[in-house]
């Protein structure tokens, strides 16, 4: 039962996800005319994806990244950036004027999530010490 209860969220997922994407086409090439627009552009497209636990392909690494816009010179209303994390360090794609191609993927578990995890399994050596309060 709970296999079959897994395969159907997947599937579920799946279809929000291709969805999403298909509707968020609509804005690849789109950019508003002040920074302070395109960043709440920005900011509204991640609040949707984070609510669904997904993050925009980049196109450039496929790393899953956040939208993000940035000032730029030249660039009235800012560069549309792809914000993400390689080999442990803060790396921006991207940097055009408008909003850059979308490819939707999962929201990759965080680093302190995993740990907690893994701290919270019970381990051979028996029972967590207790606090001394």
Not at 15 to 43: D, F, I
């Amino acid at each position: 039962m709970l296999h079959a209860l897994q395969w159907e969220l997947n599937r579920i997922q799946r279809t929000v996800r291709l969805t999403m994407q298909e509707k968020l086409q609509g804005l690849v090439g789109q950019s508003l005319p002040t920074l302070e627009e395109n960043r709440e552009l920005a900011r509204s497209i991640q609040k949707m994806l984070d609510a669904h636990s997904l993050r925009i392909r980049c196109p450039q690494c496929g790393h899953a990244a956040i939208l993000r816009v940035s000032p730029r010179k030249g660039m009235p209303g800012g560069a549309f950036v792809l914000d993400h994390t390689i080999d442990g360090k803060r790396t921006f794609h991207g940097g055009s004027s408008s909003v850059p191609p979308i490819q939707l993927t999962a929201k990759p578990e965080r680093k302190a999530s995993a740990t907690a995890k893994n701290r919270a399994q019970p381990t051979s050596a028996g029972p967590p010490p207790s606090k001394v309060g």
